[in-house]
């Protein structure tokens, strides 16, 4: 079957634009969480949804980060005002069951000139 | 704090030479740790769930093992197609966001 998708896989910003990622994840998959990861690094958790509900956005570095899955599907990262530390690759993962092994997908590369 | 470190950063082999991949821990309660496979350019790819300390988990070349403070990945007789960057993570009881090491970069050398 279909695995996770994000898209676009490369994104190119100016400085101080807002940006939209989106990810599709394995249907039926309650589970979704949106990672950041740096060149040689491991992902960094961002925000985790179960359903609809946005049950953690602990590691949303600012308040120009927002996420959402308004029909426990498909979600979006939005960015803000980007700026050039928030270049990194964005990875969007699910689940089948809470707690359970995550799924991810090819990630989206953002980089803000 | 919660906190996953792994050894080597990178190591390369020659094809056929067996060896291991360190992940060390720390975990306020442990819920699950996790090995993933990551390929230049794409999403990690999972491999392995272990609960409990003494579990073993084997898939083709590759068998993970755990402890109360670390897990091995252990690779036999590895094939140039086992090159990847190999991921550890853990999942703490109280809460479901993953917390990942850095990884180890594995090259195999024909």
């Known amino acids: 079957g279909a695995g996770v998708s994000q898209s676009p896989r490369y994104k190119v910003a100016k400085r101080g634009q807002d940006v939209a990622l989106r990810c599709d994840p394995i249907s039926g998959h309650v589970s979704l969480f949106w990672y950041q990861q740096a060149l040689g690094q491991g992902p960094e958790f961002l925000t985790y949804?179960?359903?609809?509900?946005?049950?953690?956005k602990s590691g949303l570095p600012s308040d120009r980060f927002f996420a959402e899955r308004p029909e426990g599907s498909v979600s979006t990262l939005k960015i803000q005002r980007t700026q050039q530390e928030d270049s990194a690759v964005y990875l969007c993962a699910s689940s089948p069951r809470v707690g359970g092994e995550q799924f991810f997908g090819p990630g989206t590369r953002l980089t803000v000139l | 704090e919660d906190q996953v470190t792994q050894s080597p950063e990178a190591l390369r082999l020659q094809e056929g030479e067996s060896s291991s991949l360190n992940c060390s821990y720390t975990v306020s309660g442990l819920r699950g740790l996790f090995w993933y496979r990551q390929d230049p350019g794409k999403g990690p790819e999972f491999l392995f769930t272990?609960?409990?300390?003494?579990e073993e988990k084997e898939k083709e070349r590759l068998k993970a093992t755990l402890t109360k403070k670390e897990s091995f990945l252990h690779i036999t007789a590895p094939k140039p197609e086992d090159s990847a960057t190999y991921l550890c993570a853990v999942q703490a009881v109280s809460n479901y966001q993953l917390i990942w090491g850095a990884g180890t970069k594995l090259i195999i050398k024909p």
């Open positions: 949804f179960q359903n609809e509900a946005q049950l953690d």
């Open positions: 272990l609960y409990s300390a003494g």
